[in-house]
């Protein structure tokens, strides 16, 4: 099988290609992402995919380097490979456009949301909300407020002095956009519910373990009444 020079160059592709679907993938996980970001990535994958399309189309396979590795050692055609690797990203290409419809379009409607002090009204809110937008923007106070905080953190605040328009930027950044927190839950699950402990109720004991929320225990001690023996 490894005798077979263009079976070998194909497989260095696809690892080439996995390994950056890996990268994809690992990019998408973990604690404090939202949708924004994620649309902002898979975005920019599918930008990634036109350029190696670009690319292979003028016989340039620097994008892959274990293909390109390989096919510098001259054991194989370029051409022929070129071509499987043009149609593969074409089918790609076509596979996230069928996941992923009008995502740029989607994407872009949400800039106000991503930043509301550099981008211009958006016409899809209601006008209520513009209004709220436009003095949200005009808000130095904000502005400096939105350099220094995460961005859900700083809708939150928002959300204290414009209601509407806070909880319409949070229901966008509100959907979970990874597994992130349900994979942490179910290990959090398997610690806890030993096969001792397999009759244990797991629900406040799971929202305690995920919880990000320091408790304030002074505050918790000074409430409480000590038990004196009568």
């Not at 099988?1 to 973990?30: C, E, T």
């Not at 001690?221 to 009568?230: I, L």
Request: glycine share 4%; charged share 25%.
């Amino acid at each position: 099988m490894f005798d077979d020079a263009d079976w070998v160059a194909r497989l260095g592709y696809l690892s080439d290609i996995f390994s950056k679907l890996n990268q994809l993938n690992l990019s998408l996980q973990g604690k404090d992402t939202n949708v924004l970001s994620l649309y902002d990535k898979v975005c920019g994958f599918m930008e990634k995919i036109k350029l190696w399309q670009s690319k292979c189309e003028k016989g340039d396979t620097s994008c892959f380097l274990q293909l390109n590795a390989y096919i510098a050692t001259g054991e194989c055609d370029r051409a022929p490979i070129v071509k499987i690797v043009h149609t593969h990203l074409s089918k790609l290409k076509n596979e996230f456009n069928s996941y992923f419809p009008d995502i740029d379009n989607k994407s872009s409607t949400l800039d106000w949301v991503r930043n509301p002090f550099v981008t211009c009204i958006n016409s899809s809110i209601p006008a209520r909300l513009q209004e709220d937008l436009i003095d949200v923007s005009s808000d130095r106070s904000l502005k400096m407020r939105y350099s220094s905080t995460p961005l859900t953190q700083f809708w939150c605040g928002v959300e204290k002095e414009y209601p509407e328009l806070g909880k319409h930027a949070l229901n966008e950044l509100l959907p979970f956009g990874s597994t992130y927190l349900c994979e942490v839950t179910f290990s959090a699950m398997t610690h806890i519910k030993t096969k001792h402990r397999n009759r244990l109720n797991l629900e406040n004991n799971l929202i305690t373990a995920v919880a990000t929320i320091s408790p304030r225990l002074t505050k918790l001690m000074r409430e409480k009444q000590a038990q004196v023996s009568h």
